[in-house]
T-cell receptor, first 111, second 116 residues
Framework: AQSVTQLGSHVSVSEGALVLLRCNYSSSVPPYLFWYVQYPNQGLQLLLKYTSAATLVKGINGFEAEFKKSETSFHLTKPSAHMSDAAEYFCAVRALFKTIFGAGTRLFVKA | GAVVSQHPSWVICKSGTSVKIECRSLDFQATTMFWYRQFPKQSLMLMATSNEGSKATYEQGVEKDKFLINHASLTLSTLTVTSAHPEDSSFYIC????????????FGPGTRLTVL
């Protein structure tokens, strides 16, 4: 079985500061890992995905994530936060044809 | 990228009525579709997985007689909430994986259901 843990339900950063959203996973088989962003009352938008190729994955809007098997982590980062980055972020693991989502982290960006 | 649509985008109904939500893959054929529900400020919870032409597989704790799923074609899946009650009020999101396979699920924009 697989599971996802996102550390921190809320993260607050200043505009221009580093964004770090944490995600740890467990999976009985090699997983695919994803980060999604959700704006209020909208569906999910894929930010980036790891599919067993490069461990450092670059996504849209300047986000990237690094797959660390030894740490079972897939943390999301962005060097410089923008006001438009304020949203809910979900880490997800897909294995055995099923995608499981973490609880989500709400990112606040202060001016 | 591939597009998944949902209809309606929001619906309000009276308690005891049934509501049907459609999920369509607009520019690809979806072998597998998933239905999720999301309560306010919570994550997405997988309700069921459906494959075209076969019965849906429901997650533990999801009542299959309450949430009827039909995946009649490669581009359409429907979720019917039968005899809806206020506790069924939620945001329902579908997603699809295409015939071409790959690893990405494409998500619909969601349907907000409010049961009075």
């Amino acid at each position: 079985a697989q599971s996802v843990t996102q550390l921190g339900s809320h993260v607050s950063v200043s505009e221009g500061a580093l964004v770090l959203l944490r995600c740890n996973y467990s999976s009985s088989v090699p997983p695919y890992l994803f980060w999604y962003v959700q704006y209020p009352n909208q569906g999910l938008q894929l930010l980036l995905k790891y599919t067993s190729a490069a461990t450092l994955v670059k996504g849209i809007n300047g986000f990237e994530a690094e797959f660390k098997k030894s740490e079972t982590s897939f943390h999301l980062t962005k060097p410089s936060a923008h006001m438009s980055d304020a949203a809910e972020y979900f880490c997800a693991v897909r294995a055995l044809f099923k995608t499981i989502f973490g609880a989500g982290t709400r990112l606040f960006v202060k001016a | 990228g591939a597009v998944v649509s949902q209809h309606p985008s929001w619906v309000i109904c009276k308690s005891g009525t049934s509501v049907k939500i459609e999920c369509r893959s607009l520019d690809f054929q979806a072998t597998t579709m998933f239905w999720y529900r999301q309560f306010p400020k919570q994550s997405l919870m997988l309700m069921a997985t459906s494959n075209e032409g076969s019965k849906a597989t429901y997650e533990q704790g999801v009542e299959k007689d309450k949430f009827l799923i039909n995946h009649a074609s490669l581009t359409l899946s429907t979720l019917t909430v039968t005899s809806a009650h206020p506790e069924d009020s939620s945001f329902y999101i579908c997603s699809a994986i295409g015939l071409a396979g790959g690893n990405e699920q494409f998500f619909g924009p969601g349907t907000r259901l409010t049961v009075l």
